[in-house]
C-alpha cells in the first residue's frame, strides 16, 4: 500500500508505495481504511526533525499521520465498542490504561502515552492498524473529512476547558491563528464572547478568523500595546492562548493580559522561555496552564455536540485536498494560503482543492 513513512533520526521523509500490510490483528486491534488524515505544524516538525520533534522519541521506522479519520473494516478479537462498518475518527494519544493517571480516569495525562504517527504507525496510508481505543464513533451528521479535523480541532476545547473559562462575556486573546486559534475564535464567538482578538502574521489566516467575528493584528513591538489599548476598559484580556509557541508570542499574551486573568499554553515553542516571575506571576497575579491533547473522552463528546449541532463549522477550515504522493506540497502549504490541508489516500495523482 502507499504510505508516508518516517525512516530514522534525520531530515526528510519516504513515500512508499509497496508498504507491506500487517496481514492479521492482535487481540484489541482495528484495521480503519483511511477516508482523510490532516497535516498539521507537528508533522512538519517531524519531517524536518526539529528539536521539537526529537524530544517525542520517535519509533522508528513509523508511519506518520495522527489526525486521521476511517471506516472500519476489520476487528480483532476482544474489541468490543467498535463494529466493522463504524466510521471512526482517530485519537492519537493511546493510555496504557494501568498508571495512575489513567485509574484516576486522566488518561490524557498517561505516564506511559503513546502518541499515533509517532510511536505506532498513523494514518498517512491506505489503512492503518490502531487499538480500540484510539476509536471515537463519529455521530452520523459528520462527514469523515470533518472527522479527520477532530483530534486538532480537540486541542482547541481541551484548552478551553483547562482555561477554566467558558468565555461568554469575556475578552479572549489568540496568539496564533493557525487551525488550532481558528477553533478557538469559534469557539469564543459560540459561546458568547465580548471579545476576540487574534495576532497572526499571515494574512489568509487573518482573514478567516475576521470571518468568524475576531480582531486581528500583525505580531510585532507594538501589538501587546495595542491589545492592551483595544481592552482598557478592563486592564487587559480576561484569557489568553498561545497557539504558535513562536517566540514572542507568549510575551505578547502575558503583557496584554488583565491582572488575575489566566494564560493557556498550547503552541510548542523550539525553544527555552525566560518568564518573569515577580511581574506577571506575583504582582499581576497570572494564572499560567499547558495544555496538551485532548481529555478523554469528555472533549470528544462535547467537541461531536457542537460539530453535530452546527455551532462549531471544521469543514470551513478545509483549504485542500491532496493525495499522499503530494505529502511535501501538503508540508509547503502550512506556511502559505492554507488551513487545515487533507491528505485524501484514495486518490492516486494530483487532486488540487
Keep these: 500500500m502507499r504510505a508516508i513513512v518516517k525512516t530514522g533520526p534525520t531530515a526528510g521523509f519516504e513515500y512508499r508505495t509497496d ?21 498539521c ?10 528539536p521539537a520533534a526529537e524530544a517525542f522519541g520517535l519509533a522508528f521506522p513509523v508511519t506518520l499521520g495522527h489526525e486521521v479519520s476511517g471506516t472500519v473494516a476489520e476487528v480483532g478479537a476482544a474489541v468490543r465498542n467498535v463494529r466493522v462498518g463504524d466510521r471512526v475518527a482517530l485519537e492519537s494519544h493511546i493510555a496504557c490504561e494501568t498508571c495512575y493517571h489513567c485509574r484516576l480516569g486522566q488518561g490524557h495525562n498517561c505516564l506511559n502515552m503513546k502518541l499515533l504517527g509517532l510511536h505506532l504507525d498513523g494514518g498517512f496510508a491506505e489503512q492503518t492498524i490502531v487499538p480500540e481505543q484510539a476509536c471515537y464513533v463519529l455521530p452520523d451528521s459528520v462527514p469523515l473529512e470533518v472527522g479527520a479535523l477532530f483530534e486538532s480541532a480537540g486541542v482547541a476545547v481541551h484548552a478551553m476547558l483547562r482555561s477554566g473559562h467558558l468565555l461568554g462575556g469575556e475578552s479572549v486573546l489568540i496568539a496564533g491563528g493557525g487551525p488550532i486559534g481558528l477553533v478557538l475564535v469559534q469557539l469564543a464567538q459560540a459561546f458568547g464572547a465580548r471579545q476576540v482578538v487574534v495576532v497572526e502574521p499571515n494574512p489568509y489566516r487573518r482573514t478567516l478568523a475576521e470571518k468568524w467575528g475576531a480582531k486581528t493584528i500583525e505580531p510585532g513591538p507594538d501589538a501587546a500595546d495595542w491589545c492592551r489599548q483595544d481592552s482598557a476598559d478592563r486592564g487587559g484580556f480576561d484569557v489568553g492562548f498561545d497557539c504558535s509557541g513562536a517566540p514572542g508570542a507568549l510575551d505578547t499574551l502575558l503583557h496584554a493580559l488583565r491582572r488575575e486573568a489566566t494564560a493557556v499554553c498550547v503552541g510548542l515553542p523550539n525553544q527555552a522561555y525566560s518568564l518573569d516571575i515577580t511581574r506577571h506571576v506575583i504582582k499581576q497575579g497570572l494564572t499560567l496552564k ?11 463528546d462535547r467537541l461531536a455536540a457542537l460539530v453535530a449541532s452546527g455551532r462549531l463549522d471544521l469543514s470551513a477550515l478545509i483549504s485542500q485536498r491532496l493525495s499522499l504522493a503530494e505529502f511535501s506540497d501538503a508540508v509547503d502549504l502550512l506556511s502559505g494560503d492554507a488551513a487545515k490541508v487533507l491528505l485524501v489516500p484514495t486518490v492516486h495523482g494530483p487532486f488540487g482543492t
Excluded: C, K, M
Design 19 to 39: 508498504q507491506e500490510e500487517r496481514a492479521s490483528l492482535a487481540p484489541g486491534e482495528v484495521r480503519v481504511i483511511v477516508a482523510a488524515a490532516s497535516v
Design 290 to 300: 499547558g495544555s496538551f491533547g485532548r481529555s478523554l473522552w469528555a472533549t470528544w
Design 41 to 50: 505544524g507537528t508533522d512538519r516538525e517531524l519531517v524536518n526533525y526539529t
